[in-house]
């Protein structure tokens, strides 16, 4: 969700500069069978967002544009808490076993 609200902040500095947004270029879907497929397949896909976003944030201080900098350094601040909160979720994993993960994950949905 979080990524949705992103692409609309950058869809609208876009169009601020009179220009028009490409959407129709979307990031293959990765289908994964397991927690720790998923776990492990997002994490190089939120390290890439977040070389991105540090070199676009550049690019706009290059070219002066203070409030492009600020956006993309808010989105930037957002996808670094992705990327910590999936290396504690890798962590967690690794010390307490797969098993063990899940139903700490699922104690007090039940209830």
Same mark, same amino acid.
């Given at each position: 969700m979080n990524d949705?609200?992103? %692409?609309?902040?950058?869809?609208d500095r876009i169009i601020f500069f009179e220009?028009?947004?490409t959407v129709v270029?979307?990031?293959n879907i990765k289908v994964c069978e397991t927690v720790l497929e998923m776990s492990n397949n997002d994490d190089p896909d939120e390290l890439d967002a977040v070389r991105s976003y540090n070199d676009a944030?550049?690019?706009?201080?290059?070219v002066n544009d203070q409030s492009t900098v600020d956006l993309r350094t808010r989105i930037l601040k957002m996808e670094e808490g992705?990327?910590?909160? %999936?290396e504690i979720q890798? %962590?967690?994993i690794a010390q307490?076993?797969?098993?063990?993960?899940l139903v700490d994950q699922t104690e007090g949905a039940a209830g």
């Open positions: 949705m609200h992103h %692409a609309e902040w950058l869809i220009s028009t947004p270029e979307l990031n944030i550049k690019l706009a201080r290059d992705h990327v910590d909160w %999936a890798l %962590a967690q307490m076993g797969l098993e063990n993960f």
